[in-house]
């Protein structure tokens, strides 16, 4: 959403030069989503909300705790909730707060057409800008974790910009500050990866033998991270196991594109020679007239 | 003055031009957003999002064109053994000589694959197309699915762009062929040259 110059851009969509990107020693950053301390009280939806001025449509109970049920053009998270049996007979109830995961590698920015209307920053923030958003959908369906929305008002894709405006100016993101738990850390990635492995070590002693740090690396890894106490299986929370950006969107939009435009000018090129080499066909002026 | 022979009726003239000029205003704004190096196309049609607007209108409005075109062409677009015949020659022609071509009726062999390659490629660009015409029809369709759908979209354009590009490189090519589109009628020589059995038909009982 915001345009944060301070916030160097290492990649931008649809664009084939290098961008600006002297400043090269911006800490990389991450969010830490402790799915073991969260006790679901959707302060974190609250504060995302104020922080940037979303107001949801009043939507209609479905029955569960999910509200909205889904991430939505103006609910950039929501927290869901899980009531699993990873063990037979044994009950557990499991939340996770959904939103972008920014990806060091995101697949939003790669199928997105439109120049400058997705940037990922030094610090590891992927952003839309949604002033040069087109409205074509391309990155919902280069994203594997199914995060963006597009709106039906504006036509406009929208999703969680890990507060870059706040991070822009040292502030953590708004719903890190204001969990009560402290379900939610913010700092360098580093120190995240470091304290998520912490407490995935603290969950094993505690009983959980498969606790570990989702940050997949199929996606390069990813700025939004979770530690989960069933690491093994993240679909217990509807999270891909091993997410990559699908093959179809790389051939897509990797190597289809210079092929299919070198073709386009290879074939006229090639009429062209053919021309020049050959000829016109032109008719015969032959003298058997009136056949 | 060489006797002119009627190949187009005016309405199929119109019918033509109408899915050429489609076929440019789809292309052209379909490119901007297959690459970035030709995202300034959509300028052409006020914006990036003017242009992804208006390019599933345009694509629709080719493929109904066209299937005006299906309907008047397809009889005589099936590939029989004169075709067969002159397919074995392809190969001469191209070196450019095309004293021994196999006489072939109204349209020859490459003539009618350029035809089916574009029957097939707008099939697929309409039923792939609406699957992500954003906003209307993506609620529908899975996201894995629309994946799909895109890059299908993709190669369809490319063998429509690849079929066109032929279309017309043939028709600079044949000289007296593009006045067959422009005015309807060819010379008896055009036709003797290239279409010999169309021309005996065309002249029977003459």
């Given amino acids: 959403m915001s345009n944060m110059q301070s916030l160097d851009v290492v990649a931008r969509s649809a664009t084939t030069t290098p961008t600006p990107q002297v400043r ?43 509200n909205p049920s889904d991430l939505t053009p103006s609910s950039w998270t929501v927290m869901k909730f899980f009531e699993v049996e990873p063990k037979e007979g044994n009950l557990e109830w499991l939340i996770r707060k959904d939103g972008c995961m920014h990806c060091e590698d995101p697949g939003c920015l790669k199928a997105c057409p439109s120049p400058g209307a997705i940037v990922k920053y030094a610090n590891g923030i992927v952003d839309f800008h949604s002033e040069h958003c087109i409205g074509c959908g391309y990155c919902v369906k280069g994203c594997p974790f199914d995060v963006p929305r597009i709106s039906e008002k504006d036509n406009k894709a929208y999703k969680c910009t890990l ?25 360098t990635k580093d120190d995240m990866v470091a304290y998520g492995n912490k407490r995935a070590d603290e969950l094993k002693e505690r009983g959980f033998q498969q606790a570990g740090l989702y940050n997949p690396q199929g996606v390069g890894g990813t700025h939004v991270m979770y530690v989960m106490k069933h690491a093994d299986r993240p679909e217990l929370v509807d999270l891909p196991k091993d997410p990559s950006i699908s093959p179809l969107v790389s051939l897509w939009k990797g190597v289809a594109k210079p092929l299919a435009v070198a073709g386009m000018i290879g074939a006229v090129v090639a009429g062209f020679f053919h021309y020049m080499k050959v000829g016109p066909v032109e008719e015969k002026t032959d003298e058997k007239e009136g056949a | 003055m060489a ?41 052409l049609f006020g914006g990036g999002s003017w242009a992804r607007i208006l390019h599933p209108f345009m694509g629709l409005l080719m493929v109904l064109g066209f299937a005006g075109m299906f309907v008047r062409l397809w009889r005589d677009n099936v590939v029989n ?3 067969r015949a002159w397919k074995q020659h392809m190969g001469d022609m ?16 490459g003539q009618k694959m350029v035809f089916w390659a574009m029957v097939v490629s707008l099939l697929l660009l309409l039923v792939t197309g609406v699957m992500f015409w954003q906003p209307w029809f993506t609620p529908y369709v899975s996201i894995p699915v629309q994946r799909i759908a895109v890059l299908v ?24 062929t593009v006045r067959a589109m422009t005015r309807g009628t060819v010379t008896e020589g055009w036709a003797r040259t290239n279409h010999a059995l169309w021309h005996q038909e065309m002249t029977k009982g003459r």
């Fill in chain 1, 24 to 66: 090269t020693a911006a800490p990389q950053v991450a969010k830490l989503i402790d799915e073991s301390k969260c006790i679901g009280c959707k302060a974190c939806q609250v504060a995302c909300m104020n922080w940037n001025d979303l107001r949801d449509d009043i939507g209609t109970n479905v029955g569960v705790y999910d």
């Fill in chain 1, 163 to 187: 507060c870059s405006d706040r991070v822009g100016v040292g502030l953590e993101p708004a719903c890190v500050k204001t969990c009560p738990t402290g379900a939610i850390s913010f700092g």
């Fill in chain 2, 3 to 43: 006797r002119l022979l009627q190949r187009y009726k005016d309405g199929d003239r119109m019918n033509h031009w109408f899915i050429a000029l489609m076929f440019v205003l789809a292309g052209l704004s379909g490119l901007a957003f297959f690459h970035p190096g030709l995202f300034f196309l959509s300028h």
């Fill in chain 2, 81 to 83: 053994d004169a075709d």
């Fill in chain 2, 94 to 109: 191209l070196r450019g000589n095309k004293a021994g071509m196999p006489p072939v009726g109204k349209y020859n062999y």
């Fill in chain 2, 153 to 176: 979209h993709a190669a369809a354009a490319m063998l429509l762009v690849a079929a066109t590009i032929m279309h017309v490189y043939a028709a600079i090519w044949v000289k007296g």
